[in-house]
């Protein structure tokens, strides 16, 4: 079975994946699946939960902030500033949402910031 592997890294955690099959990920593009063997690619990240589908047949959730997905050598790299995998044994489903809902407003609110930060800038 074709594999490869997949690093997230955030100023406070580095968290790595062996043997993965896929990796399901939400770009400005829309949804992307990686593969084994994958082109070279880079991807902006929507904040979200990422899918990262192991050679033994188990997946595994991370929840992560915005970030850019590099892939090149068969390699995997994401880099955001909050990664966080999401355990059902030590999540409930309102406590994912909450967190999720908590990056989404921490990423609309740097949105608005870079966007008034630009206006200003013009005048």
Sequence with gaps: MNTFKVQFFSPDDQISFSGVVSLSVTGLEGELMILAHHAPYLIYLLPGMITVKMSNQTEKKVVIDSGVLEVASNNCSIITSQIQVFDRAIHDEKSFKNKRISIYL??????FLSKNLLRISKI
């Design 106 to 111: 921490s990423y609309l609110d740097e949105k």
